[in-house]
DNA sequence: TTGTACGCGTTATCAC
DNA sequence: GTGATAACGCGTACAA
């Protein structure tokens, strides 16, 4: 099979009676060429199939208009919604998307770091792997000016920016809602406390105990590994064979949550009656369990449009390091039938 | 901010008395080069902080080491786990993975494609958009040999590698399985006719009829548009409001599957007893509704990751065109509880 | 408004 | 085992 030779400005010039730089100035809308030769290069360009090599237009500027997207894993309804939301901001700006997953790795990070650096990459979206606490393998992107964004599971002890959500105000509102319904003794299924979204969320949940009255019990709180539906059915059966069993749950997360609740029904616990349980995310499976997951909203895919944005704000411009911008986006109470003790007025709860 | 200047293997030549030449051949473990300088110059690369710039290795050899993917969306489980799959390999292999998607317009896959041929791109995933119809995009990669595999939703005009699972014996089966539940009048939710993965599972879902005796009602086969939650709700209201309202449904997607058996409870009709229903994709909602939602396996990151082992099999040979192999994956039924009608000798039904 | 000439960082080819 | 050189395709300073 015979490969076709590339078409390139040469070509082009060649094939016209131009200079090459006379092409590349008409496709990249210089001001200095007339609308006219703009026009019939354009046209004669994609009449003969020509396609900019980005590889060597990067090279020349030094910058590749792709953001590298480094995440733990991909396959997460929040982690897919953040990048679909990355992806449109930048494919409108004439941006490509590079990912890579890190599958909660220290060790994958860095190399991943590397993999997207070699590449050039204007600017990066990060959010860090469960095991991540030393961030020295993203000072080389500070040093090249290259913007670095840190969404969601961001570190505190380095200077970047970042876009999250108010996670203390949300775990406050979430364990209020329950208190609200009426629970008094409310269980916390906590992810790991370095990760600060964990750490914050579990302070707004003892504030609004403390706020509201209610005592501290160490063993309501469930430090998680992984937030899975495994750990979460083990943790349950446990917490609901306690003597003193709690009468809601508030989850750091839709799995595990959800998994409480099927845990809860299989014991022949009621819910939201004799336990009450709200979740954070808002993942689909929140709409689907019954009864459906009271939750967090999490705006993933705007947070994704964010940070991309913030790299594209950058463009061109220097990246001035010391500026640590944080964007707090603010989050809402989703409320379901998992955590209704109280019937309301309301007539009819949407499920979806 | 100061930004550092980049380290290139002119800045290690001058520094270790060696030619540029060297430097490179080095780095990349050139068999002419003795052990001791290569790990001679490898460690003062690393100590000077050099990284190797993919952006001129990739001009200077015609390719950038890249895979190129293009889906329709990258929210929804199946395709997530999808690039997962493509990532993982590629990763592995010391290639990067560039994302784009189409959500399904016809003119952003064509404009995707540019963007990722513009990179220079060494392979190319896609999985089609549900209106692409003509598929001239995709002709620049075949002539440039750049290998092209298409994933689940492929062309059937289209001379290229394709991996799938064989729809025709996965609709069959599901079908299959209804009837020997018991069901008489099996329903089927039907995708884009012209996406020939609905075209094969409905064709399974009528052959499984006609062998088994049960007639072809038209009414029963409802040809979706999106195949969203909202679509199946409506869809399934509408059927048990007939006279005579069908005893089984057979989903072409989990989401549609999931709405149906949930607008069957809020309807009080007994789901699987009155109307039993099996989706296809297995999702995480699947699991999760109740009753669980029986299903077909889809293996998305293993489709994933032979699409990118295709790729990088063909790294450096040509690329021959007139190949077009196919790789068929095979299906498993997954059987829940929406679909039990008779009870087995099965104790418990694993419902996760 | 357009052309000339050079360099971005790398690697393959040829020479020694 | 190593060095010199050219070339990949493009963008831009400088010149005209």
Redesign the pocket.
Known sequence: MKIK?????????KEL????????????N?????????KLIKEAAEEMG????????G????KSNTIGVLISRINRPFMASLISGIEETARKAGYNVLISQSNDKYENEISNCNALYDSRITGLVVSLSMETIDMGHFQKFIDKGIPTVFVDRVPDNFNSYKVVIDNYTAGYSATKHLIEQGCKRIAHFAGAQHRNIYEERKKGYLDALRENGLPIEEDLIIYFKTMSFEEGDKVTKKLLKMKNPPDGIFSANDTAAVSAIMCAKKMGVNVPHELAVIGFNDDPIASIVQPSLSTVSHPAAKMGAISARRILDHSGQNYDTDLSEITVLGTEIIVRDSSLKKVHALESKPSR
């Open positions: 030779k590339e078409v390139t400005i040469y070509d082009l010039a009676n131009y200079s090459p730089s006379t092409i590349s100035r008409a496709l990249n210089h001001k200095s060429i007339s609308k006219k030769t703009i020509y396609r900019p090599n980005n590889l060597a237009a090279l020349r500027n030094n």
